[in-house]
């Protein structure tokens, strides 16, 4: 409301000057203005004589000059003011003063409306409330970031400070800070494959999916201290692939899907690339064979015996076990929930949410209690 | 509401200017008193609302709010206060809106202070003022609106370049917008002056004192461009003939012509024509150097077709204001004839010989900075064309330039006499070939263009001074009676006298510093010293700091000469985050003869050392001092009593027979 007020004092405050300067305009035809000039140069003269810049000889020639075009100016000023009086009465100024007011608030209103969003507050920082959703959690995690952040400052050899900074900021879709997060890691640790990995991906998301050197340094030395990184593997595949060298790209990733896993989650993308790669380049792909092949049994076979692959039943029950640990969380945020409206009974969207979330946690009666202090604080 | 205030602001000042543009020029055309009363009010209103707007945009800038797109992209919390506000035009849209305020700000001063104006020349100068402001203000809504709203908001913005995140660089921009856009007054001018078909002594003087003010504001803000280059991209060199430098000089030289054929077209009557063509020409080159910073289409032709709307926007306005402009001049052009004849031989003729030779530098950097653009969009190729070229092709055409701009004051108007002159100069001349051979026999034997621009410095200077000394009769009578003298010149004399002298000053700097500079690059561990042009520079250490925004690497030089000077030089390395940036901070100590200039840069693995570069740059301390003479000369010449002659007012002087209405 307030914003149409404002902006109707502002387009208000703007028309009433420019009508009232149309109403009040007089005539003002003095057209003395080159003869001030003309004097104001005579007397220049003057005073250059007198001060022995001019001789008196040249000095009298530029006053006849300039008292010539004084004489010449003062006709012309009478000749235009004859042919101003011939003009002078014009229409009325009543109807171009209706007309603006007629038309200038629909034009600026207009293309405003279309334009901008009227009437919507402004958002300083400092007052800022963060909504309890999205918001709430990356500020949260804008400071956490922040803190880990200047910790890391003053103690920079933490390893797994810097990987969890880099991640974090990930998550907050820095990957420009996420890379050099990545970077400072592997200064500490430069024989980790997946961290010179994760330092050229986020480089390479932080360019908006470009390969610069860079980029390129960094995959390549995670392919060199660890054959098998497979992110190294799928980048380096990609790069090959945007750059139409696609036998190198098929080669690539030939290696990648011969050294991952069986139910590994990118497989399903890398199979779809390297169908593309072999139709844009008509090559066979079983005509390429893993590099990787030999070393990867034996890697898999170590790994193996240090720990065995998780069975199915291992994996259902981590993801009970997650369950029941997401629902604990729940519970105990519903709780504090709980908990702070008693302290603040008129929390009209405070009894919503948690309705909401007995609802979820199958709590149907306090669910059905707090919908109804909900509807109470409604009336 | 403020954001949104400031955003319905711009929008009515759209429609106001559309108003001054249009029914001004009709009244004065239809001699309609009431038509013609809107010019003033609304040229007032127009910078106002623009006003509005932009304290509106700053106001967002300083209290973080991202819910606007704008600060979203280029600020974030932890920035500095002084670059929050100058991150309000360190980007497109909010360089845009400041080039409208100053355009509107530069109408409003028309309407406040034109009193001495022909009123119908005044409201029609207006008028095509606002209508150059319709266009803007057009092409910042549509195209490059900084009020757009996000929602979300994100939790923070992006920062601004760090690049720009420094005091020289925070005021680069509105001084030489300050410059480029009051040309746009002179513009006005010579348009209405077409419209109404003369150019009188009273155009002639009011044009004056503002394409002067742009002038200054023009040559202050490139000095401070300059500057910034200098000591931030930290390699010593602070002229780069890049196209943004380009765009900002060739308005300059335009800019520079104009000044003097219009002393011509007020006191003689004269170069009427010229006059009125170099105004356009000189707002046509800072539109086109608008275009080729704003359209993106220096950094890549590419780019700027993937995304053209803006650069054909600005590209269709400058056609359509520079063309329009001609297409006028074509027609109106002829029917400007001058009054004032004179021999070639007089201060008119070596005028017209510099306003020729400004022209045709202008030209021919225009050539430079277009031609590798052209090439690019026929395919033909990429071509880089550098400072090779410029500076083979400007220089020759400054030494005759500044061997005329010494003696043309000397020569009388009309009639000159080139003996007297040269007898009055001999004293120069004698000095400046003696200074000329003593460089280049004594110091340097190499070049002999070294030599020759000293040479060119030091009669421009000995020949300014001369004018001077004519002036005020020096050893012509008592030297009492020259000191009284003195003080009573005219301010536009003084003007003239610093602009030209500071001018030699800074050739001296620019030739100096272009020859001799002494440079040093080497990897040095704590305790190590080098000597660089006489100076004992030792590196104790280097630290890490932190800043408000990054962290720095600050390098400590201890620097020795004899037993008397030991100073402390602390360059910066610093490393922003939001964005990523590295930047570097010389640390310069500027000497009468140069300045001691020093960088510090990555640490060097194998040996643990840093890598320094130290210069001796001579004589840079002139080339600053010798441009800010020249703005100060700007300065006085603009408080000249001539500029304060009044209007004739209607109560004192009755106009001669009109009926009241």
Known sequence: MSFWIASGFVLLATLIAIILSIIRARANSSDEYNATIYHDQLNEVKRDIDHGVLSAEDGEALKTEIKKRLEKNTKIVLANAKDQSKQAGARSPITVAIAIVGIIPFTSYGLYSYLGSPGKPDLPFANRQFNPSFDAASAKMDSLVKKLRE??????????????????????????????????????????????????????????????????????????????????????GLDSFMAKKYASAIQYWVDLISISPAGAPWMDNVRGRLIDAAEASNLKISNFIPRLKSASKSSKKLRQSREPAPTQEDINNANEMSKKEREKFIRSMVERLANSLKSAPNDLNGWRRLARSYRVLGEQKKAAEAEQRAIELEK | MIVEIGHFSLVLALFIAGLQGTLPIIGAHRNNHSLMAVATPAAIIQFILILGSFIALTYAFLVSDFSVINVASNSHTEKPTLYKISGVWGNHEGSMLLWALILA?????????????????????????????????????????????????????????????????????????????????????????????????????????????????????????????????????WWFWDPVENASFMPWLAATALLHSAIVSEKRDGLKAWTIFLAIMAFGLSLLGTFLVRSGVITSVHAFASDPTRGVFILLLLIVTIGGAFILFAWRGPTLKGAGLFQPVSREGGLVINNFLLTVAAASILLGTLYPLFIDVLKLGKVSVGAPYFESVFVPMMIPMIAIMGLAPLLKWKRGDFKTAIEKLKFAIALSIIGGLFVWILIDRASAFTSLGMTISLWLL??????????????????????????????????????????????????????WKVESIQIMKFGDQVNVAGYNYTLKHVREIQGPNYKALRGTFIVNKGDDINWVLEPEKRFYTDPVMTTTEAAIRPTFLGDLYAVVGDRDEKSGGYITRIYFNPLVPWMWTGAIIMVLGAGISLTDRRHRVGAPSSNKIPAPGIPAE
């Open chain 2, 462 to 515: 000995t020949a300014t001074l001369t004018e001077l000394a004519g002036r005020i009769k020096l050893f012509r009578g008592p030297l009492s009676e020259s000191i009284n003298y003195l003080f009573r010149q005219p301010r536009a004399s003084w003007g003239m006298t610093l602009a030209h002298a500071g001018l030699a000053i800074a050739i001296a700097g620019i030739t100096a510093s272009s020859s």
């Open chain 2, 105 to 237: 700000g530069y109408g409003a001063a028309i309407a406040a202070f034109g009193e001495n104006l022909r009123p119908t020349l005044k409201v029609r100068i207006l008028g095509v003022q606002a209508l150059i402001g319709t266009g803007i203000l057009a092409f910042i809504l549509l195209t490059s609106n900084p009020f757009l709203r996000l929602t979300p908001a994100p939790v923070n913005g992006n920062g601004l370049n760090p690049l720009l995140q420094d005091p020289g660089l925070a005021f680069h921009p509105p001084l030489l917008y300050l410059g480029y856009v009051g040309l746009s007054l002179t513009f006005s001018f010579a348009v209405a002056a077409l419209i109404e078909g003369r150019v009188d002594a009273a155009w002639a003087r009011w044009v004056r004192p503002w394409t002067l003010a742009a002038w200054g504001f023009l040559t202050g803000g490139i000095v401070l461009g300059s500057w910034w280059a200098y000591y931030e991209l930290g390699w010593g060199g």
């Open chain 1, 151 to 236: 910790r890391l400052d003053q103690n920079p050899n933490q390893l797994k400070g810097w990987i969890l900074l880099g991640q974090s900021l990930v998550n907050l879709k820095r990957f420009n800070a996420a890379s050099n997060a990545f970077k400072q890691a592997l200064k500490i640790a430069p024989n980790r494959a997946e961290i010179a990995a994760s330092a050229a991906e986020t480089r390479f998301m932080a360019k908006d999916g470009k390969f610069d050197q860079e980029v390129r340094d960094y995959f390549k030395m995670a392919q060199r201290l660890n054959p098998e990184e497979h992110k190294a593997l799928y980048y380096l």
